[in-house]
């Protein structure tokens, strides 16, 4: 059924786990099901909510207490993206709380380190892609 289909962020998820040996399959109720491949490590549901970067972060993160290795770790990370990741943290200290694209933009450009033609809605794009890698 068309409900039960993950989306393509969660299908390419479920692509890496089983090249790292995890078993995954789908649940009764369309959930998926990633089982580890050393047993002393804890199953983990997968979220497969569509473009919700947050369920995807989360699932990430579960991922990892569970032995997973996400290819797309910091190491891989362009000097451009760590520069938007700084900013966030950066924001998030000084406001105690999240960051918005447009505040991230803005922090960017005090620090001199904005793309020339970058605007918020393409610092936005990369956070969605960091949060989706899991490293926002």
């Not at 009764?28 to 491949?37: D, E, T, Y």
């Not at 910091?74 to 943290?89: L, W």
Request: aromatic fraction near 6%.
């Amino acid at each position: 059924s068309e409900g039960s289909m993950p989306s393509i962020e969660v299908k390419d998820l479920i692509r890496e786990l089983r090249r790292q040996g995890f078993t995954v399959e789908q649940t009764a109720r369309g959930h998926w099901r990633a089982c580890p491949p050393e047993s002393h490590h804890q199953i983990v549901l997968l979220s497969s909510k569509y473009g919700d970067p947050r369920a995807m972060k989360n699932n990430i993160t579960r991922l990892k207490k569970s032995g997973f290795a996400p290819p797309w770790a910091e190491e891989n990370m362009t000097k451009y993206e760590q520069h938007i990741v700084d900013a966030f943290k950066a924001v998030c200290a000084e406001t105690k709380q999240g960051a918005s694209p447009a505040e991230v933009t803005d922090h960017m450009h005090k620090k001199g380190v904005l793309a020339e033609l970058d605007t918020v809605i393409d610092v936005e794009r990369q956070m969605r892609s960091l949060r989706n890698r899991g490293l926002l």
